[in-house]
């Protein structure tokens, strides 16, 4: 099974993220993850898209989201050619003992501690897929409350000749 990043210019109008998502589950496609944010020009949103499966399905996918009358265009976000990120927080119950460490393996990853409590520290990090799961390996021997992701968003590399 393979992952492809598409990266959709789509209007900016209601219902839009309904319908794009909509032809997924209509067609039994699951959508691994998904981020959508207005453009420089507020007519178009910006939808990165991260769908998993065989060249066929992976085909059929595009071809589906190019019948929308919304898409305006599809990029296919590769590596190499683009740059793709990832935001996560993570909560981590942390005693005093622990804080350090904690600290520690947040500052080799380039991670911000955005939230202190008496029991927990919050980090935040943002990078490429690997670095996230590289970090979150790390922080296997502690206590992880709770793990939000926004899912990857990412822009081909150099000029885009398109909007």
């Not at 005693?95 to 520690?104: G, L, V, Y």
């Amino acid at each position: 099974m393979k992952t492809k990043v598409l990266s959709l210019l789509v209007d900016n109008t209601s219902g839009v993220l309904s319908r794009v998502s909509g032809m997924f589950s209509r067609r039994g496609y699951n959508i691994d993850s998904l981020t959508v944010g207005v453009t420089q020009d507020p007519k178009y949103s910006r939808m990165t898209v991260v769908v998993s499966g065989d060249d066929k399905i992976l085909s059929q996918i595009k071809s589906q989201l190019n019948k929308l009358e919304d898409v305006v265009d599809i990029v296919e976000l590769k590596d190499g050619e683009s740059v793709c990120r990832e935001l996560v927080l993570v909560k981590v119950k942390a005693n005093i003992e622990e804080r350090q460490q904690i600290i520690s393996v947040a500052n080799v990853y380039r991670a911000n501690i955005v939230d202190v409590s008496p029991d927990s520290l919050m980090i935040e990090i943002t990078g490429n897929v690997n670095k996230i799961q590289a970090f979150i390996n790390l922080l296997d021997g502690f206590d992880i409350e709770q793990i939000v992701r926004t899912g990857i968003t990412g822009l081909t590399r150099g000029l885009y000749a398109n909007k």
